[in-house]
């Protein structure tokens, strides 16, 4: 019963901001006459997210960008998980790779657009391009640190006890590693939603990023505070929702808390 309510007053303290500033921005806006090009009104934004869902553009717009970022994203996982153990395990892999991530690092992301689009061209696979470079390295480096911080001693158990390479990475480095890795995966996440909008402004004709992009040629602010807004909010989902409880079921699985 306690748990429950405190989830309730959670909630309710992380959506009273939110709900101050829709407030704020329908008293505001009529108040100082704003012209509707500098910053459109609450009904006007309320109206286009009518329209936008009887016609299907939105939900077309949505459903792109989730497809892009889930696959982006996924290929991003199954690629650097294994190496960033590689690297947990081996100090010369480790002693290798690490100049290059640190220049790539900085890299990841937006900067990949020109050169993606010259590669993969107007579309699909330069979107994907970008969201992986932007999810790939932050998951590798955090699954490096969470290799890092199993004890020596805990893996020469391991192996004393009759564990072999398949016993002792199922069993030992990657539940190890996990928290660190779920912790890798939300914060790429974050990153790949700022790849993929920015990506779809220049390299395809559906998603939120393009609907933002082509609403600023007709000077449509409300389609385009409406295509913010739905960004925000599809992230604040997908964090609260699912990745949140993932990462924190994870450490309470492998004792790093307990539960309340």
């Given at each position: 019963m306690t748990r429950g309510f405190s989830s309730v007053v959670g909630a309710a303290m992380f959506v009273a901001p939110l709900l101050v500033l829709v407030i704020?921005?329908?008293?505001?806006?009529?108040?100082?006459?704003?012209?509707?090009?500098?910053?459109?009104?609450?009904?006007?934004?309320?109206?286009?997210?009518?329209?936008?869902?009887r016609d299907g553009t939105l939900i077309n717009h949505i459903g792109a960008s989730l497809l892009r970022v889930g696959?982006?994203?996924?290929?991003?996982?199954?690629?650097?998980?294994?190496?960033?153990i590689a690297m947990g395990v081996s100090p010369a892999i480790s002693t290798f790779l690490t100049p290059l991530f640190r220049f790539f690092s900085v890299l990841a992301?937006?900067?990949w657009i020109p050169i993606a689009t010259l590669w993969f061209g107007y579309g699909f696979g330069a979107i994907i391009f970008v969201?992986?470079?932007a999810v790939f390295f932050v998951v590798a480096y955090n699954t490096l640190l969470g290799v890092s911080t199993i004890p020596y001693s805990l893996r020469n158990a391991a192996a004393s006890l009759g564990a072999g390479r398949w016993?002792?990475?199922?069993?030992?480095?990657?539940?190890?590693?996990?928290?660190?890795?779920?912790?890798?995966?939300?914060?790429?996440?974050?990153?790949?939603?700022?790849?993929?909008?920015?990506?779809?402004?220049?390299?395809?004709?559906?998603?939120?990023?393009?609907?933002?992009?082509v609403a600023r040629d007709f000077y449509r602010t409300e389609v385009i505070v409406l295509g913010m807004i739905v960004i925000g909010v599809l992230w604040l989902l997908i964090d609260r929702l699912l990745l949140v409880p993932l990462e924190r079921s994870?450490?309470?699985?492998?004792?790093?808390?307990r539960r309340a």
């Open positions: 704020l921005w329908a008293i505001v806006v009529p108040l100082f006459q704003i012209n509707p090009r500098v910053f459109p009104s609450l009904g006007s934004v309320g109206t286009a997210a009518m329209d936008s869902i696959l982006g994203t996924l290929i991003g996982i199954v690629t650097a998980v294994p190496l960033g992301g937006i900067a969201i992986f470079n016993a002792l990475l199922t069993q030992v480095l990657l539940p190890g590693a996990l928290p660190n890795i779920v912790t890798g995966i939300r914060t790429g996440l974050g990153f790949a939603w700022r790849g993929l909008i920015a990506a779809e402004m220049i390299a395809t004709n559906v998603g939120l990023g393009y609907m933002l992009f994870t450490i309470e699985r492998w004792g790093m808390v």
